[in-house]
């Protein structure tokens, strides 16, 4: 994530800032080197994330939007700066971002700067797990009268899906490119991320809320294939990726 930046907007807390304050205070009392190990990352940046955690703070003035302070190809895709305010509202309403050290986070949920993902496995209990550590408390703040679009990672859902009802309904679209070698839709990895988005950018912008609609996705190259496709899972084909450009690393 970017340093955290004063911004004019009106402070929201996240829904499990309790918890979230608690895993930071953990995280706080780690060494580099446990950050090295932990989050497998190089020595400086090691360095680096330590000194990031260690100034995390929840004081409104440090804070910033969550659509905001996020970077990575699939915030890439969203492309936020391109937001009306009525955008900004809507996906304040309907978007879920999941999160290593909040949880679940709403768009508009004030956050500080942060780098933990779901799937590191900390030195002591009970952070080592943080599947184990956030439970069902994730899953709880999710609407279960409604239809999931899943646009997120095997990680992260793995901490969300176990939790929800059997009747929960989910769907997952899944983003193929052609393969200049074979012809052949193949997956990947960076492509499917920027689309997932670009998807999650798609439904705000139009109010996507008809389930039946979302096959009309065809931004950055996509197009629905029907034939591939099932219910819980449409799937959607480029010929050629119209996301170049659009990704942003990590530093």
């Known amino acids: 994530m970017r340093p955290a930046e004063k911004l004019d907007v009106p402070y929201q807390a996240p829904a499990l800032l309790t918890k979230a304050t608690e895993l930071a205070g953990y995280l706080r009392t780690l060494r580099v080197t446990d950050i090295e190990s932990s989050m497998q990352l190089s020595s400086a940046m090691a360095q680096k994330t330590h000194a990031l955690l260690n100034d995390w703070s929840a004081n409104p003035n440090m804070l910033r939007p969550a659509i905001d302070a996020f970077l990575g190809d699939i915030y890439s895709g ?60 994730i899953a709880k703040q999710l609407p279960t009268n409604s239809t999931i679009i899943n646009l997120s990672a095997v990680e992260y859902t793995k901490a969300v899906f176990p939790h929800l009802p059997s009747t929960q309904q989910i769907i997952t679209p899944k983003f193929l490119t052609v393969s200049p070698k074979t012809s052949e839709p193949t997956f990947v990895t960076v492509h499917a991320k920027v689309a997932r988005g670009a998807f999650a950018r798609w439904l705000i912008q139009r ?35 119209g996301g170049i450009g659009l990704s942003v690393r990590r530093a």
């Open 78 to 137: 969203l492309q936020v700066q391109t937001f009306t305010q009525a955008d900004r509202t809507y996906a304040n309403n309907h978007l879920f971002i999941l999160s290593g050290l909040y949880g679940v986070l709403r768009a508009l949920d004030s956050i500080h700067s942060y780098r933990l993902e779901m799937g590191y496995k900390l030195p002591d209990e009970p952070y080592r797990n943080l599947y184990k550590f956030w439970g069902d408390a």
């Open 207 to 241: 109010q996507t809320e008809n389930q039946a609609d979302i096959i009309k996705f065809n931004d950055i190259g996509y197009t629905y294939d029907e034939a591939a496709s099932t219910l819980e899972q449409p799937v959607f084909v480029c010929k050629e990726f």
